[in-house]
């Protein structure tokens, strides 16, 4: 069974960390570009960070930038996102996916990816 699973979620105080991983089972995550994306109640999922597989490229949107950090660990087919300044604004589910086409991240268009887990719930208070 294909399938990602995202955990390390969990309640921080606002200028905290987490560290959120995504594990992959059924499939290798090395063929594969992975996205890290977030939802808050009542808006829209939004990208937050990518990793091409091709070359190990990383790529933010401006919320991320300079405060997470996207890894992949390749033994453990897992990708992790370090979350350092945690702000309360950063409140979402995060999900990890996978680009539908390769290995290289294209943009941060969510209809680009697929295999959705089933996400995993950052709270940050002020």
């Known amino acids: 069974q294909v399938q990602l699973v995202e955990s390390g979620g969990g309640l921080v105080q606002s200028g905290g960390s987490l560290r959120l991983s995504c594990a992959a089972s059924?499939?290798?995550?090395?063929?594969?570009?992975i996205g890290w994306f977030r939802q808050a109640p009542g808006k829209e999922r939004e990208a937050v960070s990518c990793?091409?597989?091709?070359?190990?490229?990383?790529h933010y949107t401006d919320s991320a930038k300079g405060r997470f950090t996207i890894s992949r660990d390749r033994a453990k087919n897992t990708v992790y996102l370090q979350m350092n300044s945690l702000k309360p604004e950063d409140t979402a589910v995060y999900y990890c996916a996978t680009d539908r086409v390769g290995s290289d991240c294209r943009g941060p268009v969510v209809a680009d990816f697929g295999s959705w887990g089933q996400g995993t719930q950052v709270t940050v208070s002020s």
């Open positions: 059924g499939f290798t995550l090395d063929y594969y570009a």
């Open positions: 990793i091409s597989s091709s070359d190990g490229s990383t």
